[in-house]
Protein backbone atom coordinates (compact mmCIF):
# COMPACT_ATOMS: atom_id res chain seq x y z
CA UNK A 1 0.00 0.00 0.00
CA UNK A 2 0.86 3.22 -0.77
CA UNK A 3 1.02 6.68 1.59
CA UNK A 4 -2.67 6.88 1.64
CA UNK A 5 -3.07 3.06 2.30
CA UNK A 6 -5.85 3.03 -0.41
CA UNK A 7 -4.27 3.10 -3.75
CA UNK A 8 -1.91 0.29 -5.34
CA UNK A 9 1.45 -0.07 -4.93
CA UNK A 10 3.62 0.86 -8.35
CA UNK A 11 4.90 -1.74 -9.80
CA UNK A 12 8.86 -2.56 -9.14
CA UNK A 13 10.00 -0.57 -12.99
CA UNK A 14 9.11 2.43 -10.77
CA UNK A 15 11.83 1.98 -8.41
CA UNK A 16 14.36 2.93 -10.89
CA UNK A 17 12.65 6.25 -11.44
CA UNK A 18 13.87 6.62 -7.78
CA UNK A 19 17.00 5.05 -7.40
CA UNK A 20 20.24 7.14 -7.73
CA UNK A 21 21.49 6.27 -10.88
CA UNK A 22 21.69 8.83 -13.20
CA UNK A 23 19.81 8.80 -16.40
CA UNK A 24 20.15 10.51 -19.14
CA UNK A 25 16.60 10.42 -20.66
CA UNK A 26 16.52 14.58 -20.90
CA UNK A 27 17.91 16.13 -24.13
CA UNK A 28 19.83 18.97 -23.68
CA UNK A 29 20.49 19.89 -27.01
CA UNK A 30 16.92 19.38 -28.52
CA UNK A 31 15.06 22.83 -28.49
CA UNK A 32 12.18 21.63 -26.56
CA UNK A 33 12.25 23.25 -23.08
CA UNK A 34 13.60 21.01 -20.42
CA UNK A 35 10.80 21.21 -17.86
CA UNK A 36 8.49 19.84 -20.71
CA UNK A 37 10.79 17.01 -21.32
CA UNK A 38 10.28 16.44 -17.62
CA UNK A 39 6.36 16.41 -18.22
CA UNK A 40 6.93 14.08 -20.95
CA UNK A 41 9.11 11.87 -18.77
CA UNK A 42 6.41 11.77 -16.46
CA UNK A 43 4.12 11.32 -18.72
CA UNK A 44 5.19 8.18 -20.08
CA UNK A 45 5.88 6.48 -17.19
CA UNK A 46 2.56 6.64 -16.34
CA UNK A 47 1.35 5.40 -19.98
CA UNK A 48 3.55 2.18 -19.39
CA UNK A 49 2.00 2.12 -15.73
CA UNK A 50 5.55 2.67 -14.00
CA UNK A 51 3.73 5.41 -12.39
CA UNK A 52 -0.16 4.94 -11.03
CA UNK A 53 -2.76 7.14 -9.52
CA UNK A 54 -1.45 8.07 -5.71
CA UNK A 55 2.06 7.23 -6.28
CA UNK A 56 4.71 10.09 -4.94
CA UNK A 57 6.63 11.80 -7.50
CA UNK A 58 10.34 11.88 -6.91
CA UNK A 59 11.17 14.23 -4.79
CA UNK A 60 12.33 17.79 -6.67
CA UNK A 61 16.27 17.41 -5.58
CA UNK A 62 16.25 13.85 -6.49
CA UNK A 63 14.79 14.43 -10.23
CA UNK A 64 17.17 16.87 -10.68
CA UNK A 65 20.18 15.46 -9.84
CA UNK A 66 18.92 12.35 -11.49
CA UNK A 67 18.70 14.88 -14.84
CA UNK A 68 21.16 17.18 -14.12
CA UNK A 69 19.34 19.75 -14.31
CA UNK A 70 18.36 22.57 -12.17
CA UNK A 71 15.61 22.30 -8.77
CA UNK A 72 14.09 25.07 -10.18
CA UNK A 73 13.24 23.81 -13.94
CA UNK A 74 11.77 20.17 -12.30
CA UNK A 75 9.53 22.78 -9.83
CA UNK A 76 8.15 24.03 -12.98
CA UNK A 77 7.54 21.01 -14.55
CA UNK A 78 5.32 19.82 -11.60
CA UNK A 79 3.90 23.18 -10.79
CA UNK A 80 3.12 22.91 -14.56
CA UNK A 81 1.53 19.72 -14.16
CA UNK A 82 -0.29 20.62 -11.04
CA UNK A 83 -1.90 23.56 -12.85
CA UNK A 84 -3.28 20.46 -15.50
CA UNK A 85 -4.82 18.51 -12.49
CA UNK A 86 -2.28 15.99 -12.98
CA UNK A 87 -0.87 16.08 -9.94
CA UNK A 88 -1.53 17.22 -6.22
CA UNK A 89 1.16 18.77 -3.97
CA UNK A 90 0.37 17.84 -0.51
CA UNK A 91 2.11 20.08 1.86
CA UNK A 92 4.88 19.19 3.63
CA UNK A 93 5.18 15.73 1.66
CA UNK A 94 5.74 16.34 -1.91
CA UNK A 95 3.41 15.68 -5.53
CA UNK A 96 1.27 12.91 -5.70
CA UNK A 97 -0.37 11.89 -9.07
CA UNK A 98 -3.85 12.46 -9.00
CA UNK A 99 -6.35 9.77 -9.37
CA UNK A 100 -8.06 9.41 -12.83
CA UNK A 101 -10.44 6.82 -12.54
CA UNK A 102 -12.89 8.19 -10.67
CA UNK A 103 -16.29 8.85 -12.27
CA UNK A 104 -16.92 12.51 -12.43
CA UNK A 105 -20.30 13.75 -12.70
CA UNK A 106 -20.90 16.09 -15.42
CA UNK A 107 -23.60 18.95 -15.97
CA UNK A 108 -26.77 17.65 -16.73
CA UNK A 109 -27.30 17.88 -20.67
CA UNK A 110 -31.14 19.01 -20.63
CA UNK A 111 -32.16 21.92 -19.03
CA UNK A 112 -35.11 21.49 -16.59
CA UNK A 113 -38.66 21.61 -16.52
CA UNK A 114 -39.25 24.94 -14.59
CA UNK A 115 -39.67 24.38 -10.61
CA UNK A 116 -42.81 25.84 -8.50
CA UNK A 117 -41.83 27.63 -5.00
CA UNK A 118 -42.11 25.94 -2.26
CA UNK A 119 -42.45 26.01 1.26
CA UNK A 120 -40.21 24.09 2.96
CA UNK A 121 -41.66 21.30 4.91
CA UNK A 122 -39.51 20.14 8.13
CA UNK A 123 -36.83 17.31 7.60
CA UNK A 124 -36.12 15.12 10.73
CA UNK A 125 -33.76 14.17 8.34
CA UNK A 126 -31.71 16.92 8.85
CA UNK A 127 -31.86 16.93 12.20
CA UNK A 128 -30.35 13.06 12.19
CA UNK A 129 -27.20 14.23 10.03
CA UNK A 130 -26.58 17.22 12.57
CA UNK A 131 -26.83 14.16 15.79
CA UNK A 132 -24.72 12.39 14.10
CA UNK A 133 -21.55 14.50 14.44
CA UNK A 134 -21.32 14.27 18.14
CA UNK A 135 -21.82 10.28 18.44
CA UNK A 136 -19.37 8.82 19.64
CA UNK A 137 -16.99 6.61 17.32
CA UNK A 138 -18.53 7.31 14.54
CA UNK A 139 -16.69 8.68 11.10
CA UNK A 140 -18.54 11.55 10.32
CA UNK A 141 -19.13 12.19 7.03
CA UNK A 142 -21.75 13.91 7.13
CA UNK A 143 -21.21 16.94 8.20
CA UNK A 144 -19.02 19.52 6.54
CA UNK A 145 -16.07 20.67 8.36
CA UNK A 146 -13.13 21.64 6.55
CA UNK A 147 -10.87 22.67 9.46
CA UNK A 148 -10.11 19.15 10.56
CA UNK A 149 -7.75 18.60 7.99
CA UNK A 150 -5.66 21.05 9.44
CA UNK A 151 -6.96 22.16 12.73
CA UNK A 152 -5.40 25.23 13.67
CA UNK A 153 -6.56 25.07 17.93
CA UNK A 154 -2.91 25.16 19.16
CA UNK A 155 -2.40 28.37 17.73
CA UNK A 156 -6.03 29.80 18.55
CA UNK A 157 -5.39 28.37 22.16
CA UNK A 158 -1.98 30.30 22.66
CA UNK A 159 -3.61 33.54 21.00
CA UNK A 160 -6.65 33.32 23.19
CA UNK A 161 -4.57 33.03 26.14
CA UNK A 162 -2.86 36.10 25.45
CA UNK A 163 -5.88 38.09 24.51
CA UNK A 164 -7.47 36.51 28.20
CA UNK A 165 -4.34 38.01 30.29
CA UNK A 166 -5.02 41.07 28.84
CA UNK A 167 -8.54 42.74 29.27
CA UNK A 168 -9.93 41.48 32.18
CA UNK A 169 -13.39 42.33 33.04
CA UNK A 170 -14.33 43.36 29.61
CA UNK A 171 -14.36 39.21 28.42
CA UNK A 172 -17.72 38.97 30.40
CA UNK A 173 -18.82 42.11 29.38
CA UNK A 174 -21.53 42.99 26.22
CA UNK A 175 -19.54 43.77 23.06
CA UNK A 176 -20.60 46.31 20.60
CA UNK A 177 -23.92 45.44 18.26
CA UNK A 178 -21.84 45.45 15.01
CA UNK A 179 -18.82 43.84 16.12
CA UNK A 180 -15.17 44.29 17.38
CA UNK A 181 -14.11 47.73 15.39
CA UNK A 182 -10.56 45.82 14.96
CA UNK A 183 -11.77 42.53 13.47
CA UNK A 184 -14.27 44.82 11.10
CA UNK A 185 -10.74 46.94 10.54
CA UNK A 186 -9.28 43.27 9.45
CA UNK A 187 -12.25 42.36 7.09
CA UNK A 188 -12.56 45.77 5.77
CA UNK A 189 -8.95 45.42 4.58
CA UNK A 190 -9.07 41.99 3.45
CA UNK A 191 -12.04 43.43 1.04
CA UNK A 192 -10.47 46.28 -0.03
CA UNK A 193 -7.41 43.95 -1.10
CA UNK A 194 -10.20 42.30 -3.72
CA UNK A 195 -11.19 45.62 -4.94
CA UNK A 196 -14.49 46.39 -2.66
CA UNK A 197 -14.91 49.85 -1.45
CA UNK A 198 -15.72 49.37 1.71
CA UNK A 199 -14.86 50.41 5.32
CA UNK A 200 -15.45 49.04 8.66
CA UNK A 201 -18.56 50.62 9.64
CA UNK A 202 -19.89 48.64 6.68
CA UNK A 203 -19.58 45.82 8.18
CA UNK A 204 -21.58 43.93 10.86
CA UNK A 205 -19.96 40.78 12.90
CA UNK A 206 -22.48 37.74 13.52
CA UNK A 207 -22.82 34.70 15.41
CA UNK A 208 -21.85 32.60 11.81
CA UNK A 209 -22.29 33.05 8.92
CA UNK A 210 -26.15 31.76 9.36
CA UNK A 211 -26.80 34.44 11.66
CA UNK A 212 -25.78 37.00 8.39
CA UNK A 213 -27.82 34.79 6.13
CA UNK A 214 -30.96 35.14 8.59
CA UNK A 215 -30.71 39.08 9.18
CA UNK A 216 -29.80 39.72 4.80
CA UNK A 217 -33.27 37.47 4.16
CA UNK A 218 -35.27 39.74 7.10
CA UNK A 219 -33.83 43.24 5.50
CA UNK A 220 -35.53 42.01 1.70
CA UNK A 221 -38.14 39.77 2.56
CA UNK A 222 -40.79 38.50 4.70
CA UNK A 223 -43.36 35.46 5.10
CA UNK A 224 -44.81 34.37 1.84
CA UNK A 225 -41.93 36.09 0.15
CA UNK A 226 -40.00 33.48 -2.76
CA UNK A 227 -36.37 33.65 -2.28
CA UNK A 228 -34.53 31.66 -5.42
CA UNK A 229 -31.95 29.37 -4.22
CA UNK A 230 -29.27 27.05 -6.14
CA UNK A 231 -30.45 23.06 -6.18
CA UNK A 232 -28.72 21.40 -4.43
CA UNK A 233 -28.26 24.03 -1.62
CA UNK A 234 -27.25 23.77 2.05
CA UNK A 235 -29.84 22.22 3.92
CA UNK A 236 -28.94 25.34 6.36
CA UNK A 237 -30.43 27.41 4.05
CA UNK A 238 -33.48 25.07 3.46
CA UNK A 239 -34.38 25.23 7.39
CA UNK A 240 -33.71 29.03 7.43
CA UNK A 241 -36.12 29.37 4.97
CA UNK A 242 -38.45 27.38 6.48
CA UNK A 243 -38.53 29.09 9.77
CA UNK A 244 -38.64 32.57 8.31
CA UNK A 245 -41.87 31.31 6.86
CA UNK A 246 -40.69 32.20 3.33
CA UNK A 247 -40.99 29.89 -0.02
CA UNK A 248 -38.12 28.39 -1.91
CA UNK A 249 -37.46 28.31 -4.90
CA UNK A 250 -34.92 26.16 -7.24
CA UNK A 251 -32.87 26.88 -9.60
CA UNK A 252 -30.63 24.59 -11.52
CA UNK A 253 -27.27 24.32 -10.43
CA UNK A 254 -24.39 23.38 -13.31
CA UNK A 255 -21.88 21.47 -11.24
CA UNK A 256 -18.75 22.97 -12.83
CA UNK A 257 -20.15 27.08 -12.80
CA UNK A 258 -23.13 26.82 -10.79
CA UNK A 259 -26.79 28.38 -11.63
CA UNK A 260 -27.39 29.10 -15.42
CA UNK A 261 -27.88 32.37 -16.32
CA UNK A 262 -30.63 31.52 -18.80
CA UNK A 263 -32.69 29.28 -15.96
CA UNK A 264 -32.16 31.85 -13.95
CA UNK A 265 -33.95 34.90 -16.58
CA UNK A 266 -36.29 32.49 -16.99
CA UNK A 267 -37.36 31.72 -13.08
CA UNK A 268 -37.45 36.13 -12.77
CA UNK A 269 -39.86 35.64 -15.81
CA UNK A 270 -42.26 33.55 -14.62
CA UNK A 271 -41.94 34.04 -10.45
CA UNK A 272 -42.12 36.86 -8.10
CA UNK A 273 -38.37 36.40 -6.85
CA UNK A 274 -38.17 38.62 -3.90
CA UNK A 275 -34.44 38.00 -3.46
CA UNK A 276 -31.69 35.32 -4.30
CA UNK A 277 -29.44 33.18 -1.80
CA UNK A 278 -26.47 32.00 -4.16
CA UNK A 279 -23.13 30.45 -3.29
CA UNK A 280 -21.45 31.62 -6.67
CA UNK A 281 -17.85 31.30 -5.03
CA UNK A 282 -18.03 27.61 -4.36
CA UNK A 283 -21.86 25.97 -3.51
CA UNK A 284 -22.21 23.31 -1.07
CA UNK A 285 -22.73 19.87 -1.62
CA UNK A 286 -21.73 20.56 -5.44
CA UNK A 287 -18.30 22.70 -5.63
CA UNK A 288 -19.04 24.63 -8.35
CA UNK A 289 -17.76 28.00 -8.92
CA UNK A 290 -18.63 30.73 -10.92
CA UNK A 291 -16.13 32.61 -13.14
CA UNK A 292 -15.49 36.43 -11.78
CA UNK A 293 -16.92 37.44 -15.52
CA UNK A 294 -20.03 35.09 -15.00
CA UNK A 295 -20.38 36.26 -11.72
CA UNK A 296 -20.71 39.89 -12.73
CA UNK A 297 -22.81 38.89 -15.73
CA UNK A 298 -25.11 37.81 -12.80
CA UNK A 299 -25.15 40.38 -10.87
CA UNK A 300 -25.88 42.61 -13.89
CA UNK A 301 -29.02 40.41 -14.62
CA UNK A 302 -30.78 40.84 -11.14
CA UNK A 303 -29.30 44.05 -10.38
CA UNK A 304 -31.51 45.03 -13.79
CA UNK A 305 -34.70 43.68 -12.01
CA UNK A 306 -33.97 44.99 -8.70
CA UNK A 307 -33.67 41.77 -7.34
CA UNK A 308 -30.77 41.91 -3.77
CA UNK A 309 -28.08 39.02 -4.03
CA UNK A 310 -27.53 37.35 -0.74
CA UNK A 311 -24.19 36.00 -1.82
CA UNK A 312 -23.26 32.93 0.88
CA UNK A 313 -19.30 33.24 0.31
CA UNK A 314 -18.29 30.81 3.12
CA UNK A 315 -16.26 28.62 1.43
CA UNK A 316 -14.70 31.40 -0.73
CA UNK A 317 -11.18 30.65 0.71
CA UNK A 318 -11.42 27.25 0.13
CA UNK A 319 -10.25 27.50 -3.90
CA UNK A 320 -8.57 25.01 -5.31
CA UNK A 321 -8.41 27.38 -8.76
CA UNK A 322 -4.93 29.68 -8.52
CA UNK A 323 -6.54 32.67 -7.87
CA UNK A 324 -9.43 33.39 -5.34
CA UNK A 325 -12.99 34.32 -6.67
CA UNK A 326 -13.62 37.89 -6.47
CA UNK A 327 -16.97 39.17 -4.48
CA UNK A 328 -20.03 39.52 -6.02
CA UNK A 329 -20.29 42.40 -3.98
CA UNK A 330 -17.42 43.95 -6.53
CA UNK A 331 -19.34 44.07 -9.13
CA UNK A 332 -23.17 45.69 -7.37
CA UNK A 333 -23.59 49.00 -8.66
CA UNK A 334 -27.24 49.33 -6.75
CA UNK A 335 -25.98 48.02 -3.38
CA UNK A 336 -28.15 45.54 -3.76
CA UNK A 337 -25.62 42.53 -3.03
CA UNK A 338 -25.50 41.46 0.44
CA UNK A 339 -22.25 38.97 1.27
CA UNK A 340 -22.61 36.89 4.24
CA UNK A 341 -19.15 35.04 5.51
CA UNK A 342 -17.46 33.69 8.54
CA UNK A 343 -14.39 31.50 9.85
CA UNK A 344 -16.29 28.58 10.31
CA UNK A 345 -15.15 26.79 7.43
CA UNK A 346 -11.51 28.19 7.79
CA UNK A 347 -10.67 28.77 11.06
CA UNK A 348 -13.22 28.22 13.87
CA UNK A 349 -16.83 26.80 13.78
CA UNK A 350 -17.14 26.93 17.54
CA UNK A 351 -16.16 30.27 17.90
CA UNK A 352 -19.20 31.22 15.69
CA UNK A 353 -17.86 34.20 13.89
CA UNK A 354 -19.27 35.75 11.09
CA UNK A 355 -20.07 39.21 9.56
CA UNK A 356 -22.45 40.56 6.69
CA UNK A 357 -21.73 43.26 4.32
CA UNK A 358 -25.36 44.63 3.85
CA UNK A 359 -24.70 46.76 1.25
CA UNK A 360 -27.23 49.26 1.18
CA UNK A 361 -29.60 47.98 3.47
CA UNK A 362 -26.60 48.90 6.27
CA UNK A 363 -29.69 50.18 8.59
CA UNK A 364 -32.06 47.42 8.69
CA UNK A 365 -29.37 44.86 9.14
CA UNK A 366 -28.04 46.71 11.96
CA UNK A 367 -31.17 47.15 13.51
CA UNK A 368 -32.23 43.24 13.25
CA UNK A 369 -28.84 42.54 14.65
CA UNK A 370 -29.48 44.43 17.57
CA UNK A 371 -33.18 42.81 18.15
CA UNK A 372 -32.08 39.32 17.25
CA UNK A 373 -28.80 38.64 18.98
CA UNK A 374 -27.74 42.15 20.58
CA UNK A 375 -23.93 41.30 19.97
CA UNK A 376 -21.82 38.66 19.27
CA UNK A 377 -19.23 36.94 21.93
CA UNK A 378 -16.00 39.40 21.93
CA UNK A 379 -13.21 37.12 23.17
CA UNK A 380 -13.13 35.02 20.09
CA UNK A 381 -13.61 38.02 18.05
CA UNK A 382 -10.19 39.45 19.64
CA UNK A 383 -8.37 36.06 19.36
CA UNK A 384 -8.84 36.30 15.75
CA UNK A 385 -7.98 39.54 14.91
CA UNK A 386 -5.06 39.04 16.66
CA UNK A 387 -4.86 35.30 14.44
CA UNK A 388 -5.32 37.79 11.39
CA UNK A 389 -2.88 40.17 12.35
CA UNK A 390 -0.19 38.04 13.01
CA UNK A 391 -0.55 36.81 9.55
CA UNK A 392 -0.77 32.94 10.72
CA UNK A 393 -3.88 33.09 9.49
CA UNK A 394 -3.06 33.61 5.79
CA UNK A 395 -0.24 30.91 6.22
CA UNK A 396 -2.65 28.57 7.95
CA UNK A 397 -4.87 28.94 4.78
CA UNK A 398 -2.83 28.20 2.26
CA UNK A 399 -1.63 25.14 3.91
CA UNK A 400 -5.94 23.46 4.48
CA UNK A 401 -6.15 24.89 0.94
CA UNK A 402 -3.64 22.51 0.01
CA UNK A 403 -4.19 19.90 2.30
CA UNK A 404 -8.38 19.95 1.13
CA UNK A 405 -7.12 19.59 -2.68
CA UNK A 406 -4.89 16.76 -1.52
CA UNK A 407 -7.93 14.63 0.66
CA UNK A 408 -10.30 15.41 -2.18
CA UNK A 409 -8.47 13.67 -4.73
CA UNK A 410 -7.26 10.81 -2.40
CA UNK A 411 -11.52 10.32 -1.48
CA UNK A 412 -12.10 10.40 -5.31
CA UNK A 413 -10.37 7.31 -5.57
CA UNK A 414 -10.94 5.57 -2.21
CA UNK A 415 -14.71 6.12 -3.89
CA UNK A 416 -14.08 5.16 -7.05
CA UNK A 417 -12.48 2.11 -5.59
CA UNK A 418 -15.53 0.79 -3.41
CA UNK A 419 -18.51 2.30 -4.70
CA UNK A 420 -20.39 0.60 -7.81
CA UNK A 421 -18.93 2.08 -11.31
CA UNK A 422 -22.26 3.89 -11.97
CA UNK A 423 -21.81 5.89 -9.53
CA UNK A 424 -20.57 9.17 -10.48
CA UNK A 425 -18.65 11.87 -8.17
CA UNK A 426 -18.02 15.56 -8.11
CA UNK A 427 -15.10 17.31 -8.87
CA UNK A 428 -15.29 20.12 -6.92
CA UNK A 429 -13.58 23.43 -7.10
CA UNK A 430 -12.84 23.97 -3.82
CA UNK A 431 -14.62 23.53 -0.26
CA UNK A 432 -14.82 20.32 1.40
CA UNK A 433 -17.43 17.80 0.46
CA UNK A 434 -18.18 15.52 -2.68
CA UNK A 435 -21.42 15.43 -4.05
CA UNK A 436 -22.28 11.42 -5.56
CA UNK A 437 -24.68 10.03 -7.39
CA UNK A 438 -26.33 6.49 -7.06
CA UNK A 439 -28.72 4.67 -9.82
CA UNK A 440 -31.62 6.39 -9.96
CA UNK A 441 -33.72 3.77 -7.79
CA UNK A 442 -31.35 4.10 -4.54
CA UNK A 443 -32.69 5.76 -2.31
CA UNK A 444 -30.27 6.55 0.04
CA UNK A 445 -32.19 7.68 3.14
CA UNK A 446 -32.56 4.64 3.59
CA UNK A 447 -29.38 2.89 4.81
CA UNK A 448 -28.58 6.31 6.53
CA UNK A 449 -29.44 4.44 9.84
CA UNK A 450 -27.54 1.05 8.59
CA UNK A 451 -24.37 3.59 8.12
CA UNK A 452 -24.32 4.84 11.95
CA UNK A 453 -25.25 1.18 13.06
CA UNK A 454 -21.67 0.86 11.51
CA UNK A 455 -20.14 3.81 12.60
CA UNK A 456 -20.29 5.91 9.51
CA UNK A 457 -22.24 8.71 8.84
CA UNK A 458 -23.02 10.96 5.82
CA UNK A 459 -25.51 13.29 4.21
CA UNK A 460 -28.79 11.68 2.35
CA UNK A 461 -29.40 13.66 -0.95
CA UNK A 462 -32.52 14.46 -0.27
CA UNK A 463 -32.05 16.94 2.36
CA UNK A 464 -30.14 18.92 0.21
CA UNK A 465 -33.63 19.78 -1.95
CA UNK A 466 -36.66 21.48 -0.14
CA UNK A 467 -39.07 19.53 -2.66
CA UNK A 468 -37.46 16.19 -1.72
CA UNK A 469 -34.78 15.80 -5.54
CA UNK A 470 -31.72 13.89 -4.69
CA UNK A 471 -32.98 10.55 -3.16
CA UNK A 472 -30.34 8.53 -5.32
CA UNK A 473 -27.25 11.18 -4.38
CA UNK A 474 -25.49 11.61 -1.28
CA UNK A 475 -22.90 14.04 0.30
CA UNK A 476 -19.53 13.06 1.72
CA UNK A 477 -16.93 15.03 3.56
CA UNK A 478 -13.00 15.08 2.84
CA UNK A 479 -12.48 18.03 5.39
CA UNK A 480 -11.17 15.00 7.92
CA UNK A 481 -7.84 14.16 9.31
CA UNK A 482 -6.97 11.31 7.25
CA UNK A 483 -6.50 7.77 8.83
CA UNK A 484 -7.30 4.53 8.48
CA UNK A 485 -10.59 4.93 9.83
CA UNK A 486 -11.49 7.27 6.40
CA UNK A 487 -10.73 3.53 4.42
CA UNK A 488 -12.72 1.59 6.77
CA UNK A 489 -15.54 4.25 6.31
CA UNK A 490 -16.03 4.28 2.71
CA UNK A 491 -15.55 0.54 2.33
CA UNK A 492 -19.03 0.21 4.63
CA UNK A 493 -20.79 3.11 2.61
CA UNK A 494 -19.88 1.14 -0.53
CA UNK A 495 -21.00 -2.19 0.99
CA UNK A 496 -23.99 -0.21 1.83
CA UNK A 497 -24.70 1.20 -1.56
CA UNK A 498 -23.82 -2.08 -3.08
CA UNK A 499 -26.48 -4.13 -1.12
CA UNK A 500 -28.94 -1.37 -2.07
CA UNK A 501 -28.31 -1.16 -5.76
CA UNK A 502 -28.77 -4.29 -6.26
CA UNK A 503 -31.51 -4.94 -3.63
CA UNK A 504 -33.66 -2.70 -5.30
CA UNK A 505 -32.80 -3.59 -8.91
CA UNK A 506 -33.98 -7.34 -8.07
CA UNK A 507 -37.11 -5.56 -6.44
CA UNK A 508 -37.95 -3.87 -9.57
CA UNK A 509 -37.30 -6.88 -11.45
CA UNK A 510 -39.49 -9.09 -9.51
CA UNK A 511 -42.95 -6.15 -10.08
CA UNK A 512 -42.61 -7.06 -13.40
CA UNK A 513 -45.09 -8.85 -15.28
C1 LIG B 1 -22.99 26.97 2.46
C2 LIG B 1 -23.01 27.25 3.92
N1 LIG B 1 -23.48 28.42 4.35
C3 LIG B 1 -23.54 28.73 5.65
C4 LIG B 1 -23.11 27.85 6.60
C5 LIG B 1 -23.20 28.22 8.05
O1 LIG B 1 -21.97 28.72 8.47
P1 LIG B 1 -21.72 29.11 10.01
O2 LIG B 1 -21.29 27.85 10.70
O3 LIG B 1 -20.66 30.14 9.97
O4 LIG B 1 -22.99 29.63 10.56
C6 LIG B 1 -22.60 26.60 6.21
C7 LIG B 1 -22.17 25.62 7.21
O5 LIG B 1 -22.09 24.44 6.97
C8 LIG B 1 -22.55 26.30 4.84
O6 LIG B 1 -22.09 25.13 4.39
Not at 174 to 197: I, N
Request: aromatic share 8%; glycine share 6%; net charge neutral.
Amino acid sequence: MNHSGVLKRAPSSVMGLYGEKKMKLLDKSSSAYLYQQVIDFIEHQQKIGALQPGDKLPSLRKLSRQFEISVPTVKQAYIELERQGQVAAKPQSGYFLQAAQARTLKPRPAKWAQCAPVEVQGRSMIEQVHAAVHLPDTVALGISNPIQAHPPDKALARLMRSVLSKVSEKAVSYGPVTGDAKLRMQLAFRYQDQGVETNPDDIVITNGAQEALSIALQCVAKRGDIIAIESPCFFGIIELIETLGMKALEVYTCTEDGVCLEDLAEAINQHDITACLFSTAINNPLGSMKTDEQRQEMVSLLELHDIPLIEDEVYSEIYFTDTKPKPAQLYSEKGLVMTCSSFSKTAAPGYRIGWLLPGKFEEQAKRIKRAQSSSTPMLQQWTLNEYLLSGDYDRHLCVLRKTLAYNCERMRALLADHFPPEVCISKPQGGSVLWLRCQSHVNTSEFFQEGLAQGVSFAPGVIFSPSGRYKNYMRVSFGVLWGDDIEMAIKVLGKLVFEHTSKQKTAQLMEKP
